[in-house]
Every structure is written in C-alpha cells, then in structure tokens.
C-alpha cells in the first residue's frame, strides 16, 4: 500500500461528516454551515443544456474539450477581467477544480530534484498539501492570521531556491480574503525570476460582496496559471467542470499529462459548461443570495460580538472563536446546538486557522434565521 494512504488523517470534512451523522442520529435538527455545497437549485437553463447533449451513444471526450466550451471560457474571461485568450492554445477544461489541483503538481514536480517543493497558504484547501505529496514533492505549508493574504516574497531565500510551484487562492478559502492586483503581480514577478510554477486557484472570484476580486491573468499570462470552476459560481458542484488557463506553453504539455490518466469532462457536461460560461446573469443572481445570506449572520455576530475576519469573497464566513473557546471547543458547544460548523484547524497543516471558524453560507436565508435563534441561546 502507498504509505502515505495511512501518514494522512481521513479528508478533513470526512471526520466532520461523522461527527454531524452521530449528532442527528440523536433527533437534533441541524443547520448545516460545514460543507460548501449550497442548497440553491442549479439554473434551469444549464440543466436544459446538459439533458439536449446527452446522445444515444456517448464516445471518449477529448481532453482539450470542445472548441464551442473553450471560446465560451475566453469570452468569459474577456468579459470579466478584461483578458484576451486562445481558445486553442491557453485554455483546457478539468473535471472541477479538486482534481485539477491534485493532478497539477505532477507536471512540475521531478521527485529526485532537491528543488521539489510545493508552497501553498495554510489555512487552505487540503488538497494542496496531499497533491503535492502524492507527486513525490515537498509540501510547504505557509501560515496564514491576520488579513489572511499570502505574500511569497516574505518566504525566505532557502525556500524559494528549492520550490518548483506555488498556489495562491483568491478568494481565500476558508477566509473568503482577497489578494489584490498589485500583490498578483508582486508574486508572479517573483516566480518568473525563481522560475517558479505560479498557480492562482481562483474558484470564488465570481462570488464577491463589493469589489471584484482580480485575477493573476490580469498581470500576464508567462509562467502562470489560473483555475476556475463552476461549482459555485453556477451552483454545478455535482457536476464536476471548470478550467485550468494561461501560458500556452503550459497547457500544452498540461494536455500531454492529462491524456495519461484519461482526466476528461464529458461533453455533456461540457455542454452545460458552455452555457453557464456564456451567462453572466445568474452569477448576478447568486452572488444577491449570499450577500443577504452573509449580511444576515454579520447583523448577528456584530450584535454579539463575534469578530468577523476576511469575508470578502467566496461563499464563506470566517469567525473567531470567542473568548473562553478554541475553534475545536466552540464548534463542539454549537454542533451539540445542531449547528455545525467547521474548525478552522481543520484547513490547516502547520497550525495553520487554529481559533477560527468558518462557515459556508449554504443553508436557505429562513434556515439561516432559525440558526441564529438556537445560535443566540448558546452565546
């Protein structure tokens, strides 16, 4: 067996998963803030969309997809940060964007080299660190407080020397921070002069409470790539599509390395994809939802004094923990409420959201208020 099977703890929300059945089995009424899978319904349209594209015989997909999905990609990212593509050479399409950030490393990481690091924020999306191991390369994990952004050009010299990639993830998950474009910038310009792999996990820039979040396309497209997903932009969790996009060079030989494993999406859900790509009013839509969604629960916690952090995108809110609890601690008092919520240490690797929460604003605004009348009597 592959060792590293038994060296990491089972997935994070596995565990979290447990504890919640164990609750419920109990009679406790839950309100679920743990997972980011929201309950909202996916657009009709793009349902509509998959349904007319699935044929009487389905044939093998192609890993570069469909010429049609790709251009709706361009034409989205055009429109959204103002960037040209070629919808020939700079996009490819993943099945969402876990895999995408599991398989990545491997084009980069060379297991014998002493330059096999792979550095990502922690707190962060486990997968960074368990990819990177399951390549052969060496996981970096770099804490994270305060606002809650990465800045790589605080990594100290023997660091930068012996690592092949990085991740940068704006809208942070699990803080919903984001990274500036000038920050974009400084850190691409670092890794193009260490001659760095630069990967912006960018998953949550459409889901945003004021200004839009950037993107690391925006400072040039050498030496970086960014990954976007349709999971919660489009409310698409189940069905697994988004893009990796950049330096052609890359996606090039990202395409060569994804023919080995077969990771293509299927050109029925390619077709959705298209549809949702080429639509901008239901993000619109969404992103009113979970403002109301977030603004309903800040009322709450600025009446009792919780302190909000980050929060400015993705579908998340991060709390700290009050006075007298750990994050552990207090998500045990409200789970045995019936909510639950996630422990921040649960993203982290190297102590990484130790006393934090975060919250994923999945649940109906009207279960929302219910939670925070059962959520008021434990404060």
């Not at 996009?245 to 395409?255: H, K, Q, S, T, V």
């Amino acid at each position: 067996m592959n060792p590293l099977l038994d060296q990491l703890a089972d997935y994070p929300m596995v565990e979290l998963a447990r504890r919640r059945r164990d609750v419920a089995a109990r009679g406790v009424r839950l309100f679920d803030f743990s997972v980011g899978d929201p309950h909202d319904p996916t657009p009709e349209f793009i349902r509509e969309a998959l349904c007319r594209s699935v044929p009487p015989r389905c044939g093998y997909p192609t890993v570069r997809g469909e010429r049609a999905l790709r251009e709706a990609i361009a034409g989205y990212v055009d429109r959204r940060f103002g960037v040209q593509l070629d919808p020939a050479t700079q996009i490819l399409p993943t099945s969402g964007a876990k895999e995408a950030v599991f398989h990545t490393p491997l084009l980069v990481i060379d297991r014998d080299a002493e330059d096999r690091a792979v550095v990502f924020p922690d707190p962060g999306y486990p997968a960074y660190q368990r990819g990177a191991l399951f390549a052969g390369g060496e996981a970096i994990a770099v804490p994270l407080d305060g606002d809650f952004v990465f800045r790589p050009w605080e990594l100290p010299e023997s660091v930068l020397r012996r690592t092949r990639m990085m991740w940068l993830n704006t809208p942070h998950n699990p803080s919903g921070a984001v990274t500036r474009l000038p920050d974009l910038e400084r850190a691409a310009d670092l890794c193009r002069r260490y001659d760095i792999l630069l990967v912006s996990d960018e998953a949550y820039a459409d889901l945003y409470h004021d200004t839009p979040p950037p993107s690391l396309l925006q400072v040039g497209v050498e030496g970086v790539l960014v990954l976007h997903s349709l999971s919660k932009r489009s409310g698409m969790t189940g069905y697994r599509s988004g893009f990796l996009a950049g330096d052609p060079d890359l996606i090039a030989r990202l395409a060569r390395l994804r023919s080995n494993p077969g990771l293509a999406p299927q050109s029925f859900v390619n077709a959705a994809a298209t549809a949702a790509w080429s639509d901008d009013a239901h993000v619109a839509e969404r992103r009113r939802i979970f403002r109301e969604k977030r603004a309903l629960l800040r009322r709450f916690f600025d009446e009792v004094g919780i302190e909000v952090h980050g929060s400015e995108g993705a579908i998340y809110m991060w709390i700290h923990a009050p006075e007298g609890h750990d994050d552990e601690s207090y998500a045990a008092l409200l789970l045995e409420a019936g909510i639950v919520v996630s422990p921040g240490r649960i993203f982290g690797v190297a102590g990484g959201g130790r006393g934090y929460l975060r919250l994923a604003l999945v649940p109906e605004l009207d279960e929302i208020a219910e939670a925070i009348e059962v959520w008021r009597c434990q404060v």
